[in-house]
């Protein structure tokens, strides 16, 4: 997870505490996909709302590598962001309606 407002980590938490999954939340996009190279074939959540253009040139390049089963955006994505991310799942704002949960247990039976 990659989500530097600390409402969002806090949202993510509640969301995600009672499916028996564990998280880590990522301190750079760099890290995020660390991570995931030493646990492929996880979902990755990333808040695509707060990214800096510096994060989404990042995150762009990070993305071809494609080590996540999943890429769920969190916030509002466009058309471009969609393609060049290779986003799987999005979960707009105003967040709170469970589809994050629903999303990684689906994810989770596959």
């Known amino acids: 997870m990659y989500a530097t407002n600390e409402t969002v980590r806090r949202w993510i938490e509640e969301e995600l ?3 028996g999954c564990a998280f880590y ?3 750079s996009i760099e890290d995020a996909f660390t991570a995931l190279a030493e646990a492929p074939g ?5 808040d695509v709302d707060r990214l ?3 994060e989404f040139q990042e995150l762009q390049v990070l993305s071809d590598s494609r080590v996540a089963r999943g890429f769920i ?3 509002n994505v466009t058309d471009v962001m969609n393609r060049k991310l290779h986003i799987t799942h999005t979960v707009p704002r105003p967040f709170g309606s469970e589809k994050l949960r629903a999303i990684i247990a689906e994810l989770d039976r596959r």
């Not at 996880?42 to 990333?46: K, T, Y």
């Open 17 to 19: 505490a009672d499916i």
């Open 25 to 27: 939340f990522a301190v």
């Open 42 to 46: 996880q979902p990755i959540a990333i």
């Open 52 to 54: 800096t253009p510096m």
């Open 73 to 75: 955006a969190l916030g």
